[in-house]
């Protein structure tokens, strides 16, 4: 994040979110699932992928294009981004993007990611709610923005609970987006709740 910029976040639901900045914009786990197959208006130039899609369409029914490991339709709104679906540094747009290859929740790679101001970390789901706030604290980031994967909303509910009991805080009103820049990072990890846009 350069100094004076600041980056935009936009949860969409399970684990997509935007993050807009001056340069670029990039939208994490655009799954048809989440944004349906056009995107609802969803654009970036780069699109990241942090595993195969969990519902991918049939292969009969699939229209536009696939991300690069095959398993996963671009909804037609972020058809020309690039697509990172895999590990290594990338520069588009004067974005620099490191993907670390882990399993969801592999501690073992958290020092491959380096200095972190803001975890987007999903909640409920593969990873428990306890689990994400251990992880969350192996990282040590400035915010910390919490994505429910849950199956039904009492369930949600419940790992939000368990996630703010283990890091020591309560859930404060979500809001519609998070404006970050380098002076406005809080000293001490914060956790900030967002609306989910894309959810029916």
């Not at 803001?118 to 994505?147: F, K, N």
């Amino acid at each position: 994040m350069s100094e004076s910029a600041a980056m935009e976040l936009t949860w969409y639901g399970q684990t997509c979110i935007r993050l807009r900045g001056r340069d670029a914009v990039v939208v994490a786990d655009p799954y048809p699932a989440v944004v349906g197959p056009t995107g609802r208006g969803v654009t970036g130039e780069v699109v990241t992928f942090s595993h195969p899609d969990d519902a991918p369409p049939s292969r009969s029914r699939a229209k536009g294009r696939l991300s690069r490991d095959g398993q996963t339709v671009l909804p037609t709104s972020l058809e020309a981004a690039f697509v990172l679906d895999g590990p290594g540094e990338y520069e588009v747009r004067d974005v620099l993007v490191t993907g670390v290859r882990t399993y969801r929740d592999d501690a073992k790679k958290l020092g491959d990611i380096g200095p972190v101001d803001v975890a987007c970390v999903p909640i409920g789901g593969a990873l428990s709610a306890t689990h994400a706030a251990e992880l969350v604290t192996q990282l040590d980031p400035r915010i910390v923005v919490p994505m429910l994967v849950c199956q039904d909303d009492a369930a949600c509910q419940d790992a939000l609970a368990t996630f703010f009991h283990e890091m020591g805080g309560v859930a404060g009103p979500a809001v519609a987006k998070l404006a970050v820049t380098p002076t406005s990072l809080p000293s001490e990890t914060t956790t900030v709740l967002l609306e989910a846009r894309g959810r029916p």
